[in-house]
């Protein structure tokens, strides 16, 4: 799989888990694969890491979130993954 293939599996992988929200580009924006056309915003990915920024429903175990989201980032990408929870929302007003 390539490497946008791999942004892309995981972004979905994601914001299928219970309790996520949305993702997010972190506070600079920064936090975004650039596709040819497309841009997956949350997921930065590059040849030693990868990370996702999120947007997690308050009524959800934000650990459990964090470390199911980490699990399905590091078996698509095999690569250590770092997951950031930037905002909480109360019943997915976020989206």
Do not use: C, F, W
């Amino acid at each position: 799989m390539t490497a946008d293939g791999k942004a892309s599996a995981i972004a979905d992988a994601a914001i299928n888990t219970p309790g996520v929200v949305a993702l997010h580009a972190g506070p600079y924006g920064d936090v975004v694969t650039h596709l040819s056309g497309q841009r997956i915003v949350g997921v930065r990915l590059n040849e030693t890491a990868v990370e996702v920024q999120l947007i997690v429903d308050v009524a959800y175990d934000l650990r459990s979130v964090g470390e199911q989201v980490r699990g399905h980032a590091e078996r698509i990408s095999g690569l250590p993954a770092r997951v950031t929870i930037a905002d909480v929302v109360e019943d997915g007003e976020g989206e």
